[in-house]
């Protein structure tokens, strides 16, 4: 199976790599069109700051690319935030893949920190992203912006209000939790991306 692994100025893309190490995955690290384009699906990872990442992709035509493809992709955490249409981190215009704002989010409590990190739970699980997990299983979250729960949403968490933990449309599937830091839950999560690959192969 050839996974691409889209490379960008965001970090946390060598964790990603492990992860598919561990499931027996030698991806390519990439930002070659061609590459990303024969790939059997594509992962898009990282961490960062939005509008210097979108910057960088569009700087790239990566950003055209990302929207172009029909293979299975898989966004992680600031890779789910960029495939929204718009986000609030510096105001910034995104991929538009899920037609959804990325927002901020605001404490109402004292004790409501930000960013939003370490291990929380997932719940209302609909996807074969999730195949065989339980509702309440626990995964490693770090952000400071959120996607509201919307028709896209396939997995909720919540921290101040409910908001989604995972998206799906069409080819596009999308985490804001880490599931290459997520031990066994994020290890099978993984798997069942790749399972879905093979499946529409």
């Given at each position: 199976?050839?996974v691409?692994?889209?490379?960008?100025?965001?970090?946390?893309?060598?964790?990603?790599?492990?992860?598919?190490?561990?499931?027996?995955?030698?991806?390519?690290?990439?930002?070659?069109?061609?590459?990303?384009?024969?790939?059997?699906c594509?992962?898009?990872?990282g961490?960062?700051?939005a509008?210097?990442?979108?910057?960088?992709?569009?700087?790239?035509q990566?950003?055209?690319?990302?929207?172009?493809?029909?293979?299975?992709?898989?966004?992680?955490?600031?890779?789910?935030?960029l495939?929204?249409?718009?986000?609030?981190?510096?105001?910034?215009?995104?991929?538009?893949?899920?037609?959804?704002?990325?927002?901020?989010?605001?404490?109402?409590?004292?004790?409501?920190?930000?960013?939003?990190?370490?291990?929380?739970?997932?719940?209302?699980?609909?996807?074969?992203?999730?195949?065989?997990?339980?509702?309440?299983?626990?995964?490693?979250?770090?952000?400071?912006?959120?996607?509201?729960v919307?028709?896209?949403?396939?997995?909720?968490?919540?921290?101040?209000?409910?908001?989604?933990?995972?998206?799906?449309?069409?080819?596009?599937?999308?985490?804001?939790?880490?599931?290459?830091?997520?031990?066994?839950?994020?290890?099978?999560?993984?798997?069942?991306f790749?399972?879905?690959?093979?499946?529409?192969?």
């Amino acid at each position: 199976m050839r996974v691409a692994v889209i490379k960008y100025n965001a970090g946390n893309i060598y964790s990603v790599v492990h992860g598919l190490n561990r499931l027996g995955i030698e991806p390519v690290i990439t930002d070659n069109k061609d590459e990303i384009q024969r790939a059997d699906c594509v992962v898009f990872p990282g961490q960062g700051e939005a509008k210097k990442t979108m910057e960088y992709l569009r700087s790239r035509q990566l950003d055209s690319v990302i929207k172009g493809l029909t293979q299975p992709v898989l966004g992680i955490c600031i890779g789910m935030q960029l495939l929204c249409d718009h986000s609030e981190e510096g105001e910034t215009d995104c991929l538009g893949i899920f037609d959804t704002t990325v927002k901020r989010f605001i404490p109402t409590q004292q004790d409501q920190k930000i960013p939003h990190m370490g291990w929380d739970t997932l719940t209302d699980l609909h996807s074969p992203l999730f195949k065989g997990l339980q509702e309440d299983c626990f995964v490693y979250f770090i952000h400071s912006y959120y996607v509201p729960v919307t028709k896209y949403t396939i997995a909720t968490n919540d921290y101040i209000h409910p908001f989604s933990a995972a998206l799906h449309k069409d080819n596009f599937y999308a985490t804001q939790f880490h599931p290459e830091k997520s031990g066994g839950i994020g290890e099978k999560i993984i798997q069942n991306f790749l399972n879905i690959v093979q499946n529409n192969a």
